[in-house]
């Protein structure tokens, strides 16, 4: 696969999740990353966990874009963003040790929002007062940062130099505290991460002195700059497409807009600078915490995928739910961003299974239906399956479009017949060398 890009009039590429995160993004954006100038985040936060892998190494990234290895690609953490300073803090310091240094190649944008230690125990203690109704909430502090960046309480990047600072967050910090109060949370003996209140708040000040070694920019300016100038710009999604705040399976849904619309408001970038869409699905489906999942097994073929795919959050370690690949959501993400091309993720994982199905439909009131309705839920979905042959051999040395089996040629091209998208990449493997261009 080429990514053809001319110097006039350039345009901002996209690649996001289809499914409800998880999906790979992380690697194909490492593969990517020669192609572009500058890969950008533009929303999410260290709720995301980019896996990439290459040369016996292993990183887990979840607030730097994931181009941050190629040391000639500028990396932007854009206004949609949110962070955290201790996580992020921690990431320089993995990075570093293994003589990955971002100081030259990170940049933050002012307008990006900060998760406060306290947004992390407001998480916890609405969380807890759900009981049964949980969202499975990463607890990262995600929602209540969102929360107040609407509410516009919020602090920002931009705030750190300002000398107010100390002020904002104490104010910010007591209102969270009366919030607290009202669900009868005493964030005192709670801990985070294993780190009472007051430790992690040392941990946080500290995180925010290493974030001061960086460059703030007004990365709207920045990015459309960039673009005038021919810059070549990849945005970077987290999570996934049926986790949107809108258009997701509500209100199991992060607190931001994971697909395309997102990208304009979360780099300050115009819909008609949007070029390609690249949307990564994996060859079945999982979702990590509670909400709908129609295709969901619950019998050894779910065990199976969670086994041979490794199916454990890259953020939290909770076991993640497995199913077959669900297409009536998988086009519904496909219309919603307006995807140019699909990459297939952990297609190796189907290596051992004989028969494998694909959901084509849903039963729904008594009739049969090929759309999402409002009411997604857990027991108002069952899904219409095709079942197709399996490959039944393994695929991970697999390099060139050339060596893919038959069997594998049918079950991509089944998906491009229904999808109407072709597939530019298949993944057969972790690391970035096990990847197929179409």
């Known amino acids: 696969m080429t990514i053809s890009t001319t110097r006039a009039h350039m345009k901002i590429d996209v690649l996001l999740g289809l499914q409800w995160g998880d999906e790979g993004k992380g690697k194909i954006v490492d593969v990517l990353t020669p192609n572009y100038d500058i890969i950008a985040r533009f929303q999410g936060g260290p709720n995301a966990g980019h896996t990439i892998e290459f040369e016996g ?63 992390r125990m407001l998480d916890a203690a609405s969380e807890s007062a759900k009981g049964k109704s949980k969202i499975g909430s990463t607890l990262k502090g995600i929602g209540p940062a969102y929360t107040d960046k609407i509410g516009r309480n919020g602090l920002r990047i931009g705030d750190i130099e300002s000398e107010g600072f100390m002020q904002k967050y104490g104010h910010i910090k007591a209102k969270h505290i009366q919030l607290m109060g009202l669900y009868d949370f005493d964030y005192k003996r709670n801990k985070i991460e294993d780190l009472s209140f007051e430790e992690y708040e040392k941990a946080w000040f500290a995180g925010i002195d290493a974030i001061k070694e960086y460059t703030f920019i007004d990365s709207e300016y920045y990015i459309n700059g960039a673009l005038d100038s021919g810059k070549r710009i990849l945005a970077e999604g987290a999570q996934g497409t049926m986790l949107d705040i809108d258009f997701g399976s509500y209100p199991f849904v992060t607190s931001s807009n994971t697909i395309t619309s997102g990208v304009c408001s979360g780099l300050g970038v115009s819909p008609n600078k949007i070029g390609e869409v690249f949307g990564v699905f994996k060859a079945y489906c999982t ?117 893919i089996p038959e069997i594998l040629a049918d079950y991509v091209k089944f998906i491009e017949n229904e999808t109407a998208v072709p597939i530019g990449i298949i993944s057969v493997g972790p690391d970035r060398s096990q990847t197929i261009l179409r």
């Open 57 to 119: 190494k292993k990183f887990i990234l979840h607030t730097i874009p994931s181009g941050v290895f190629n040391k000639h690609t500028i990396n932007i953490i854009g206004n949609g963003v949110i962070i955290d300073p201790h996580i992020i803090h921690k990431e320089f310091r993995n990075l570093s040790s293994h003589g990955i240094h971002t100081e030259n190649n990170l940049l933050i944008s002012r307008k990006a929002h900060l998760i406060l230690p306290t947004h």
């Open 287 to 403: 979702r990590v915490g509670g909400g709908p999942f129609p295709s969901e097994l619950q019998d050894d073929d779910g065990k199976r995928l969670r086994d041979e795919g490794r199916e454990y959050g890259s953020t939290t370690g909770r076991p993640r739910r497995c199913g077959w690949l669900d297409l009536v959501a998988l086009k519904y993400a496909i219309m919603l961003n307006g995807v140019s091309k699909l990459f297939m993720m952990k297609t190796d994982v189907l290596n051992s299974f004989e028969t494998l199905k694909i959901g084509t439909g849903y039963h729904y009131q008594e009739k049969q239906i090929d759309y999402i309705p409002f009411e997604y839920n857990e027991t108002s979905l069952v899904p219409v399956y095709t079942a197709l042959e399996g490959w039944h051999q393994d695929i991970c040395g697999i390099r060139t479009k050339d060596q």
